[in-house]
């Protein structure tokens, strides 16, 4: 059975969750629902025990975030901080639930494997972002261990390379500390197991978000996805 400590958070959520739903669907046909995806996402943080503070200016429009991708905390804090939209995995849209919410808060879903597939996805990433979207990718293609990056693959940056109008990209790193390790979840374990023991700790988990000065423009997509990668393992070479 699951820690009541861990219950206790998972009604919190489910309580807000349900409060947000009314919420969202009260004020759509008024046109303001899209506030609530970025409100629910700060706030689920904080229910299920997340801390987030943040250094660097985040840009706020026309931006390709790129992170490094520890846990699905990552998507509270950084949806929290940003009130970007994400790029994930189209297996994601078919979740029970998590699918629906993704989609009601503009994720991007991408095949990841199909090389035929790319090009178009890049052109749906380039076309949100030259209407001021903000995007967060994660381009390590799955979460980390937490002990460090898996390399950062380049195909999506695509979108970006040459950068249409303003539009920048500029690497976040997210950082957990020494908790990083404790906390990840691998793409190949079970998400459940991981929520359990992630909302059984003691405490709140602090994680710090750097936003880090964007990146110069280029058409060269690789040297970008070396150059995001390199600043972001900088910024987490302290606490490593």
């Given at each position: 059975?699951?820690?009541?400590?861990?219950?206790?958070?998972?009604?919190?959520?489910i309580i807000f969750l349900l409060f947000c739903l009314a919420g969202y669907g009260l004020t759509r046909p008024f046109g303001l629902h899209h506030i609530w995806p970025r409100f629910f996402?700060?706030?689920?943080?904080?229910?299920?025990?997340?801390?987030?503070?943040?250094?660097?200016?985040?840009?706020?429009?026309?931006?390709?975030?790129?992170?490094?991708?520890?846990s699905w905390l990552d998507i509270l804090a950084l949806g929290g901080a940003t009130g970007a939209v994400f790029v994930s995995k189209d297996?994601?849209?078919?979740?029970?639930?998590?699918?629906w919410l993704a989609r009601?808060?503009?994720?991007?879903?991408?095949?990841?494997?199909?090389?035929?597939?790319?090009?178009?996805?890049?052109?749906?990433?380039?076309?949100?972002?030259?209407?001021?979207?903000?995007?967060?990718?994660?381009?390590?293609?799955t979460t980390n261990d937490g002990r460090g990056l898996f390399p950062f693959r380049p195909a999506l940056f695509a979108s970006v390379a040459p950068a249409p109008?303003?539009?920048?990209?500029?690497?976040?790193?997210?950082?957990?500390?020494?908790?990083?390790?404790?906390?990840?979840w691998s793409g190949d374990d079970a998400l459940g197991p991981n929520v359990i023991k992630v909302l059984a700790r003691r405490g709140g988990l602090k994680v710090h978000l750097h936003f880090l000065p964007p990146l110069a423009p280029s058409v060269d997509r690789k040297a970008m996805a070396a150059e995001a990668q390199a600043a972001i393992e900088r910024a987490l070479a302290p606490s490593a």
């Amino acid at each position: 059975m699951p820690p009541i400590r861990a219950l206790a958070r998972m009604a919190h959520g489910i309580i807000f969750l349900l409060f947000c739903l009314a919420g969202y669907g009260l004020t759509r046909p008024f046109g303001l629902h899209h506030i609530w995806p970025r409100f629910f996402l700060r706030h689920l943080g904080r229910a299920m025990g997340l801390r987030v503070s943040a250094s660097g200016q985040p840009v706020p429009r026309g931006v390709l975030h790129v992170a490094n991708h520890v846990s699905w905390l990552d998507i509270l804090a950084l949806g929290g901080a940003t009130g970007a939209v994400f790029v994930s995995k189209d297996d994601v849209d078919g979740w029970p639930l998590v699918g629906w919410l993704a989609r009601v808060g503009g994720t991007i879903f991408i095949d990841r494997e199909s090389r035929r597939a790319a090009r178009g996805q890049a052109d749906r990433i380039g076309e949100a972002l030259s209407r001021g979207q903000p995007i967060v990718l994660f381009p390590e293609g799955t979460t980390n261990d937490g002990r460090g990056l898996f390399p950062f693959r380049p195909a999506l940056f695509a979108s970006v390379a040459p950068a249409p109008g303003n539009v920048v990209v500029q690497p976040v790193a997210v950082d957990y500390g020494a908790a990083a390790a404790d906390i990840s979840w691998s793409g190949d374990d079970a998400l459940g197991p991981n929520v359990i023991k992630v909302l059984a700790r003691r405490g709140g988990l602090k994680v710090h978000l750097h936003f880090l000065p964007p990146l110069a423009p280029s058409v060269d997509r690789k040297a970008m996805a070396a150059e995001a990668q390199a600043a972001i393992e900088r910024a987490l070479a302290p606490s490593a």
